[in-house]
C-alpha cells in the first residue's frame, strides 16, 4: 500500500504536511530536514523542487528557490540525496514542483526515479488535469506514483469530483486563490468554502493549504479536512533558524499557542 494511503488510514485528522524547498537552507541539508521532521512527528513531508518561475508562491517560497537554484539545486542533485533516504524515513515523501524541470528531465525518468527513492506522490500545480488523464495518469499508475491534484474556492463540482473519481492519495485544498503565504484567519467566505467541500463526501480525503501558520488557522483548517499543509510559516522560520530542529520547535509550538 502507498504510504499517503497508510497514513490517511492510521490518523483520521489533525495530519500535520510540511513544505519545505529542496536545497535549504544549504544544499546538504535537504535529508536532515527530511529526517528531523519525521523524528518530531510531523506525519507527511512535501519537498519543493525549485523553479525560477513559480505561479503559486508567495515571496517566501520563491526566496526559498532562488536560493535553492542559487545553492547549486537541480532534480538530478535531489534524486541522489534521496536514494538512500527509505531505510532512516518511513512517512510519506511527496515531491512538489512544476512542469517545466519535471518534463526536462523526463516524466517517465522522473516517475521511475521516484519509485526508485521510495517517494509516493507527486503534486505539480501547473499540470492540466486533462492533460494529467490523457497523458501522465498511466505513466504514474505504472510507478505505483500518487498525482496530487489542487482544488480552489473557483474550482467548479464538476471538476471536483472528476479529480475525486480519477486521483488518489488525497485532495489539495488551496485556501484561496491567492499564491501562498501566512495569514492570522481565515474569514467567513473561506470557512463556508471548507464547509463546502466536507458536505460533498468526496472519496479522497482532503488537506487543506496556504495561508496555515498560527492555532486559529490550523484549528479552522483542521476542523473541516483531514490535516493541513504548512509551507511558508516552516519556510521563514527554517530560513531564520538555518536550523531544522529549532524550526520545527518553534512552528509546532505556534500552533498550539493562542494569539
Known amino acids: 500500500m502507498n504510504r499517503i494511503d497508510q497514513v490517511f488510514r492510521t490518523h483520521k485528522d489533525h495530519i500535520l504536511s510540511i513544505y519545505f524547498c529542496a536545497g535549504t537552507p544549504t544544499l546538504e541539508g535537504t535529508a536532515e530536514v527530511i529526517r528531523t521532521l519525521e523524528r518530531k512527528g510531523v506525519q507527511m513531508i512535501e519537498v ?17 528557490a532562488t536560493q535553492a537554484l542559487r545553492n547549486g539545486m537541480t532534480l538530478r542533485t535531489l534524486f541522489s540525496q534521496l536514494e538512500h533516504i527509505r531505510p532512516e524515513v518511513q512517512m510519506p515523501l511527496v515531491l512538489m514542483g512544476y512542469l517545466n524541470p519535471i518534463m526536462q ?25 486533462k492533460d494529467y488523464m490523457n497523458e ?9 506514483l500518487h498525482v496530487i491534484m489542487l482544488i480552489t474556492p473557483e474550482t467548479s463540482e464538476e471538476r471536483i469530483r472528476q479529480i475525486d473519481e480519477h486521483t488518489n492519495g488525497f485532495i489539495y485544498m488551496v485556501s484561496s486563490a491567492a ?8 474569514n467567513a467566505q473561506k470557512q463556508a468554502y471548507f464547509q463546502r467541500i466536507e458536505q460533498m463526501h468526496l472519496r479522497n480525503p482532503r488537506m487543506i493549504g496556504f495561508g496555515i501558520s498560527n492555532k486559529n488557522t490550523y ?21 531564520e533558524e538555518k536550523n531544522p530542529e529549532k524550526a520545527i520547535d518553534r512552528l509546532l509550538e505556534m500552533l498550539k499557542k493562542e494569539e
Open 48 to 64: 519543493g523542487i525549485p523553479f525560477s518561475d513559480p505561479m503559486a508562491d508567495g515571496p517566501v517560497i520563491q526566496h526559498a
Open 219 to 239: 484549528e479552522a483548517a483542521a476542523a473541516h479536512a483531514a490535516g493541513c499543509i504548512i509551507g511558508s510559516k516552516f519556510v521563514s522560520l527554517l530560513e
Open 105 to 129: 528531465y523526463g516524466f517517465e525518468n522522473f516517475c521511475k526515479k521516484c519509485q526508485e527513492c521510495g517517494i509516493d506522490g507527486v503534486i505539480i500545480p501547473d499540470l492540466p488535469f
Open 136 to 144: 501522465y495518469r498511466p505513466v504514474a499508475d505504472k510507478y505505483g
Open 179 to 186: 499564491v501562498t503565504g501566512a495569514q492570522k484567519e481565515f
